[in-house]
């Protein structure tokens, strides 16, 4: 999960530096939900790694409907790349 959370990281600092700003599970997110999210992320940026797993994952599910299934699909992708 450690990796997991480097690499979503990664992935909101590359898109940032090309103008987007949000992981691609948020591709289907409500503007509202993108602002939760970096909301989340710039209270939480100090925590390691595996807590900052935990938090987004909480804040997945109870986002629910598109954000969540796109979520899982992520994590699904980032653990089969492992």
Not at 41 to 50: R, T, Y
Not at 64 to 80: E, H, Q, T
């Amino acid at each position: 999960m450690c990796r997991l959370a480097i690499i979503a990281l990664l992935i909101v600092v590359l898109l940032s530096v090309h103008g987007q700003d949000i992981p691609p599970f948020l591709k289907r997110a409500t503007p509202g939900q993108i602002e939760s999210y970096k909301r989340l992320i710039q209270a939480n940026g100090h925590l390691k790694e595996a807590a900052l797993d935990a938090k987004i994952a909480a804040w997945a599910k109870q986002q629910g409907g598109k954000v969540l299934a796109d979520y899982n699909d992520y994590i699904n992708f980032i653990k089969s790349q492992g």
